[in-house]
């Protein structure tokens, strides 16, 4: 872990000093919330499984009065589709979205969070650099998403709304807890991707990077994380990524299962016809990881619905045990980057930091807060607790709204 932050920090620094780097470091334009915030504003939230629009009403303080939330599945087929009829499809969302709740067009004040690398020439443009996870809709990379954004709205017949400000899902976590806590000044993604951003205080205020480590290069891989990649739709890139997210546990579980069963190792009849497991996501993974009867009853659960009929209970326990490896990898590497991160910004941990953190594994995996926990203690000892988690739910839709209200209209 040590040696990853170190070498992570130095990859930072050459991403930053635009020098060859997988970090891109992308400066995200805007300065820290203060808390004084106020009004109502509408998010969107779109990167991962469900794109969501958000209402919320900022009260100033650090304080949230009302909100209304509503995610939208997104049709398979825009996912994979053109960009016009993908915005177009947002644009409608947002219209029924409005509609439902009474909001005219001319006072809404607009936020976007868009999770996805953006290379940004203001807070209100930004082009897309390269789609990431499952996303592949045609036509958008290279071009300014705002834009593309507000033509569907005028297709929509809602040309007067203006997007005030477009951020990625690692700055809303941090935007949204800065809101009510000064000491926040990173901002961590663990659901479907993950990524982080950090405020770095400077002669001039501050500046607020979205790193994407996702795409971090510089791990040592096994076996597993290269047929996770070579299976995937975007190979050589997002490593980090691969051997850390929601998106890709399930798999290499997966490939390290069925190497067990190649080498008769696991899920051994007496005929020796070999049954393959399919399908494994990382909801399987929490799933796994929260049994604690003595038998074993998830485990055996999960097998009968993947239709591994003839498990032991030996195949149970090494079931469990793979699921544990692969989640506590992560939540080291995660630990890892993440300590590169705050001594790149307080060599000596020398003040608090809170760190927003927002995502479902994050939120929905057993062990996973503790394996973090446990990680910095190894790290920085009794120091570590000058660093706190801050689970931010729904940060990346509130980070919009409050940077929206940031934003002059
Ligand atoms: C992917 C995206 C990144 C986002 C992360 C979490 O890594 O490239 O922008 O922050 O997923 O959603």
Not at 76 to 96: M, N, Q
Not at 250 to 258: D, L
Not at 312 to 328: E, F, G, N, Q
Request: charged content about 25%; glycine content about 10%.
């Amino acid at each position: 872990m040590r040696r990853i932050a170190k070498e992570f920090r130095a990859e930072m620094r050459a991403g930053l000093a635009g020098k060859k780097s997988s970090l891109k470091m992308l400066p995200a334009y805007i300065g820290a919330p203060t808390g004084d915030e106020r009004g109502r504003c509408v998010a969107l939230d779109l990167g991962g499984t469900n794109f969501r629009i958000a209402l919320v009403d900022l009260k100033g303080g650090g304080r949230l009065g009302s909100k209304k939330t509503r995610a939208y599945a997104i049709p398979k087929k825009h996912v994979t589709g053109s960009g016009t009829s993908f915005f177009d499809y947002i644009a409608r969302c947002l219209k029924c979205f409005m509609e439902e709740e009474g909001i005219s067009q001319e006072d809404i004040r607009l936020g976007f969070t868009f999770s996805f690398p953006l290379q940004q020439t203001g807070i209100a443009s930004g082009v897309l650099v390269k789609w990431t996870k499952a996303f592949r809709v045609s036509g958008v990379e290279g071009r300014d998403v705002v834009k593309m954004l507000q033509g569907a709205l005028a297709r929509q017949r809602m040309g007067v709304i203006k997007v005030s400000a477009i951020i990625n899902d690692t700055i809303g976590a941090f935007a949204a807890l800065r809101y009510r806590d000064a000491r926040c000044d990173v901002g961590v993604i663990i659901g479907t991707g993950t990524n982080g951003c950090y405020f770095a205080q400077d002669a001039h205020g501050g500046r607020l990077i979205n790193i994407e480590w996702g795409n971090y290069d510089k791990l040592p891989t096994t076996i597993y994380d290269k047929a996770v990649d070579r299976a995937s739709n975007n190979r050589g890139e997002q490593t980090l990524e691969k051997m850390v997210s929601g998106m890709y546990l399930g798999q290499i579980v997966e490939m390290m299962v069925n190497d067990l069963v190649n080498n008769s190792l696991l899920f051994i009849t007496p005929n020796n016809k070999r049954s393959y497991v399919r399908r494994f996501t990382s909801e399987l993974i929490s799933y796994i990881e929260e049994d604690t009867t003595k038998q074993l009853r998830n485990v055996g659960r999960v097998l009968d619905d993947l239709g591994v009929s003839n498990h032991s209970a030996k195949d149970r326990v090494i079931l469990k045990y793979v699921c544990r490896t692969v989640s506590r990898r992560s939540a080291r590497i995660l630990v890892s980057v993440l300590s590169g991160v705050i001594t790149t910004i307080d060599e000596n941990l020398s003040r608090d930091h809170a760190v927003a953190i927002d995502g479902s594994l994050y939120e929905k995996h057993p062990a996973f807060s503790d394996n973090i926990r446990k990680g910095l203690k190894e790290l920085f000892g009794s120091k570590a607790s000058r660093i706190k988690i801050i689970l931010t739910k729904d940060g990346s839709s509130e980070g919009a709204a409050v940077v929206a209200a940031i934003t002059p209209s």
